[in-house]
């Protein structure tokens, strides 16, 4: 069974099935489901038939997962950002189990669904990466800085797969937030600096990429 450490489980529940939403395709062209070549660093790699099905169920689940949920700021559905990231993660190399960990990455910890469900799903590994990309520290743990120390310290001991797709989520994070909340961007702008700090292993252009978003070296 696997579960996020110090984080309670969710209730079990039973996902609803949506229509998968497009998703881009590596030059930016919105497509139905994913079966265009994406980039693993500079050289076009394809899906296979059975490669491509399973992405399609990911994105399908993790649609149905995040149903009604919104971007803060646009208003957007939620799902919009877990496809950004993806689409991030596309331009470096990746795994086909890294792609669905990105796009699966915030329903442990924003839905109801369960890392025992994701395993169930799409296997282990996906599994094991949605696991290191979930934060595990509660309320109860202390103060906002007390608590991204917790999940700052998580993200440090995850492996260079995990720590790709958190860089890929900060750069799309970090270029919402300093768009639509100056205010607060000046405190979640250092928060990305210190986090930088322990994504060593992570793909190396990103992490260029993230720097200069933040300012951090």
């Known amino acids: 069974m696997l579960t996020v450490a110090r984080r309670a489980p969710n ?11 497009p998703f881009c395709g590596s030059g930016g ?14 050289n076009p790699v394809y899906h296979s038939k059975g490669e491509e099905v399973m992405l399609d169920k ?3 689940f993790a649609t149905a997962a995040h149903g009604d949920q919104k971007r803060k700021y646009t208003g957007d559905p939620y799902i919009n950002h877990p ?7 596309k331009t470096v190399p990746h795994t086909d189990e890294m792609i669905a960990a990105a796009l ?10 369960t890392l025992d469900q994701i395993q169930e799903k799409f296997g282990d590994k996906v599994a094991e990466l949605v696991g290191w990309l979930t934060d595990i520290s509660r309320p109860e743990d202390g103060n906002r800085a007390f608590r991204k120390s917790i999940d700052r ?4 001991d995850a492996p260079a797969e995990a720590q790709t797709i958190k860089l890929a989520d900060l750069i799309h994070n970090t270029a919402s937030i300093e768009k639509y909340d100056p205010n607060f961007y000046k405190v979640y702008k250092q928060e990305k600096v ?4 322990v994504l060593t292993k992570g793909d190396k252009s990103l992490m260029y990429r993230a720097q200069q978003q933040v300012g951090g070296n």
């Not at 209730?11 to 998968?20: G, M, N």
């Not at 496809?83 to 993660?89: G, L, P, T, W």
């Open 11 to 21: 209730p079990k529940v039973e996902v609803q099935i949506l229509a998968p939403m």
């Open 29 to 42: 062209m919105v497509t139905q489901g994913i079966a265009n070549p994406y980039h693993a660093g500079s």
């Open 58 to 60: 990911v994105l399908e």
């Open 83 to 89: 496809i950004a990231v993806a689409e991030i993660v």
């Open 104 to 113: 699966l990455h915030d329903v442990v910890e924003d839905t109801h669904v």
């Open 153 to 156: 310290d998580h993200s440090a």
């Open 194 to 197: 210190e986090l930088l700090k």
